[in-house]
C-alpha cells in the first residue's frame, strides 16, 4: 500500500509548480481516489482474512463437537498409564470394557430415551428382577438356553412397555413413572427370590457373561453388536428419525401426523430390552441371580449418555457418544482403582463430572 509520502514524491516529479506553491488539490484529489482503491482492496483481504478465520473457527468447533470425548478418552487413558504401567496391558483393557459392557447397554437405551426429553430411574431395579428369574430358570437341565434368554428379554420389554404406556398415555413425567418402576421392579425381585441369591447355574448359561470367542469375551462382543444395531435403528430408519423429532419438538412431531404415544412406548420398551439383556450378562458372569443387582447402575448409565454428549433438553444423543461416556466412566474406575483411590473419592469424583456435563450442556441450550 501507498503512503501519503510517496504518493507526494511521485506527484512533485509530475507537478512540481503545483507542489512549490502550495496548490495540494490536485494532489488530495488523486490522493483519495487511490486511496479509496486501496481501501478497497484492503476491505476485501480484511473480509476474506475474517472468513478465514470463521471458517477454521467453524471447523476447530465442529471437530471438537464430534471427536471431543474421545480425545478426553485417549488422554484419560493416557494419563491412567502413566500413574501405573499395569493399566495399557491388554488384558485389563479387555477387562475395562467387560465390566463396562452392561452400563454402556443400558446406557444405549437411556440415551433414546433422553433423546425424548424423558428420563429412566428404573434400569437398574429391572436388571435385578431378570437376574432372579433367569437364575432360577438356569439351573442344569431345567429349561432350554433359548427359553430362559427368552424369558430375561421378556421381564425387560414388559417393564419398559408399563413405563412407556403409563407416560405416554397417562400424561405422567418419566421421572416419577420410573421412579415407581425402580422401588417396584426392585421389591419384586427381593418377593421372587426370598431376598436371597440364587446360585447353581448351568455351564452354558455362564459362557454368556464368563466365556470368550476368538479371544475377546463373549459381553464385550454383545455391547460392540447392540451399539451397531442401535446407530443403524436411530440414524437409518423412520424410527430413528421420529425419536429426534419428539425430543427436538414434540408438539411439531404431533402436528406433523407422528403417533408421539406409540413411539414413546417403543422407545421405553426398547430401553426396557436393553436392560434385559444386561441383567442376563450381568447375572451370567456373576453366577448367580442377585435380588440387589444393578445397584446404582440407572445413574452409571445416565451419566455415560450425558458425558456422551446427550442433552437434557432433548433432541441431541449419539449411540457413540453414550459408548465413549461409558468407556470414559471405566476407564476412571479402573485407573482410580489401579493407584488405590478410595471408592467413596471415585464416586465424588463421578458426581462432580457429572456436574460439569450437565452444566456445559445447560450454557450450550442457552447460547442456541
Same mark, same amino acid.
Given at each position: 500500500?501507498?503512503?501519503?509520502?510517496k504518493?507526494?514524491?511521485?506527484? %512533485?516529479?509530475?507537478?512540481?509548480?503545483?507542489?512549490e506553491?502550495?496548490?495540494?488539490?490536485l494532489?488530495?484529489?488523486?490522493?483519495?481516489?487511490?486511496?479509496?482503491?486501496?481501501?478497497?482492496?484492503l476491505?476485501?483481504?480484511?473480509?476474506?482474512?475474517?472468513?478465514?478465520k470463521? =471458517?477454521?473457527?467453524?471447523?476447530?468447533?465442529?471437530?471438537?463437537?464430534?471427536?471431543?470425548?474421545?480425545?478426553?478418552l485417549? @488422554?484419560?487413558?493416557?494419563?491412567?498409564?502413566?500413574?501405573?504401567?499395569?493399566?495399557?496391558?491388554?488384558?485389563?483393557?479387555?477387562?475395562?470394557?467387560?465390566?463396562?459392557?452392561?452400563?454402556?447397554?443400558v446406557?444405549?437405551?437411556v440415551?433414546?430415551?433422553?433423546?425424548?426429553t424423558?428420563?429412566?430411574?428404573?434400569?437398574?431395579?429391572?436388571? %435385578?428382577?431378570?437376574s432372579?428369574?433367569? %437364575?432360577?430358570?438356569? =439351573?442344569?437341565?431345567?429349561?432350554?438356553?433359548?427359553?430362559?434368554?427368552? @424369558?430375561g428379554?421378556?421381564?425387560?420389554?414388559?417393564?419398559?412397555?408399563? +413405563?412407556g404406556?403409563?407416560?405416554?398415555?397417562?400424561?405422567?413425567?418419566?421421572?416419577?413413572?420410573t421412579?415407581g418402576?425402580?422401588?417396584?421392579?426392585r421389591?419384586v425381585?427381593?418377593?421372587?427370590?426370598?431376598?436371597?441369591?440364587?446360585?447353581?447355574?448351568?455351564d452354558s448359561?455362564?459362557?454368556?457373561?464368563?466365556?470368550?470367542?476368538?479371544?475377546?469375551?463373549v459381553?464385550?462382543?454383545?455391547?460392540?453388536?447392540?451399539?451397531v444395531?442401535?446407530?443403524?435403528?436411530? +440414524? #437409518?430408519?423412520?424410527?430413528? #428419525?421420529?425419536v429426534?423429532a419428539?425430543?427436538?419438538?414434540?408438539?411439531?412431531?404431533?402436528?406433523?401426523?407422528?403417533?408421539?404415544?406409540?413411539?414413546?412406548?417403543?422407545?421405553?420398551?426398547?430401553?426396557?430390552?436393553?436392560?434385559?439383556?444386561?441383567?442376563?450378562?450381568?447375572?451370567?458372569?456373576?453366577?448367580?441371580?442377585?435380588p440387589?443387582?444393578?445397584?446404582m447402575?440407572e445413574l452409571? @448409565?445416565?451419566? %455415560?449418555?450425558?458425558?456422551?454428549?446427550?442433552?437434557?433438553a432433548?433432541?441431541?444423543?449419539?449411540?457413540?457418544?453414550?459408548?465413549?461416556?461409558?468407556?470414559?466412566?471405566?476407564?476412571?474406575?479402573?485407573?482410580?482403582?489401579?493407584?488405590?483411590?478410595?471408592?467413596?473419592w471415585?464416586?465424588i469424583?463421578?458426581?462432580?463430572?457429572?456436574?460439569?456435563?450437565?452444566?456445559?450442556?445447560?450454557?450450550? +441450550?442457552? #447460547?442456541?
Amino acid at each position: 500500500m501507498l503512503r501519503k509520502e510517496k504518493i507526494c514524491e511521485l506527484l %512533485a516529479v509530475l507537478l512540481p509548480k503545483n507542489i512549490e506553491d502550495g496548490d495540494w488539490g490536485l494532489v488530495t484529489i488523486w490522493n483519495q481516489e487511490v486511496g479509496m482503491k486501496e481501501m478497497k482492496e484492503l476491505v476485501a483481504d480484511k473480509d476474506q482474512e475474517m472468513v478465514v478465520k470463521y =471458517h477454521n473457527k467453524e471447523r476447530i468447533a465442529s471437530f471438537l463437537k464430534r471427536y471431543g470425548m474421545l480425545l478426553i478418552l485417549i @488422554a484419560l487413558m493416557i494419563l491412567m498409564s502413566l500413574l501405573t504401567p499395569t493399566f495399557l496391558t491388554s488384558s485389563n483393557l479387555l477387562n475395562i470394557i467387560r465390566q463396562m459392557s452392561v452400563v454402556g447397554i443400558v446406557a444405549i437405551g437411556v440415551t433414546m430415551i433422553i433423546i425424548t426429553t424423558g428420563i429412566d430411574l428404573s434400569s437398574g431395579s429391572v436388571i %435385578a428382577l431378570v437376574s432372579v428369574v433367569v %437364575a432360577s430358570m438356569a =439351573h442344569p437341565g431345567s429349561f432350554p438356553l433359548a427359553v430362559i434368554i427368552l @424369558a430375561g428379554l421378556g421381564v425387560g420389554v414388559l417393564t419398559g412397555i408399563i +413405563n412407556g404406556t403409563i407416560i405416554a398415555k397417562g400424561k405422567i413425567a418419566p421421572f416419577i413413572v420410573t421412579l415407581g418402576m425402580m422401588t417396584a421392579a426392585r421389591g419384586v425381585a427381593m418377593l421372587y427370590s426370598d431376598g436371597r441369591p440364587i446360585g447353581n447355574l448351568s455351564d452354558s448359561f455362564k459362557f454368556i457373561g464368563q466365556g470368550s470367542l476368538f479371544g475377546i469375551p463373549v459381553p464385550i462382543i454383545i455391547f460392540f453388536l447392540i451399539a451397531v444395531v442401535s446407530y443403524l435403528i436411530l +440414524n #437409518k430408519t423412520k424410527f430413528g #428419525k421420529y425419536v429426534y423429532a419428539i425430543g427436538g419438538n414434540e408438539q411439531a412431531a404431533v402436528i406433523a401426523g407422528i403417533n408421539v404415544a406409540k413411539y414413546k412406548i417403543m422407545i421405553y420398551g426398547y430401553a426396557g430390552l436393553l436392560s434385559g439383556i444386561a441383567g442376563i450378562i450381568l447375572t451370567s458372569r456373576i453366577a448367580s441371580g442377585q435380588p440387589t443387582a444393578g445397584n446404582m447402575y440407572e445413574l452409571d @448409565a445416565i451419566a %455415560a449418555a450425558v458425558i456422551g454428549g446427550t442433552s437434557l433438553a432433548g433432541g441431541i444423543g449419539t449411540i457413540g457418544g453414550a459408548v465413549i461416556g461409558a468407556l470414559i466412566i471405566g476407564v476412571m474406575n479402573n485407573g482410580l482403582d489401579l493407584v488405590n483411590v478410595s471408592s467413596y473419592w471415585q464416586q465424588i469424583l463421578k458426581g462432580i463430572i457429572i456436574t460439569l456435563a450437565v452444566l456445559i450442556d445447560s450454557k450450550k +441450550n442457552k #447460547k442456541k
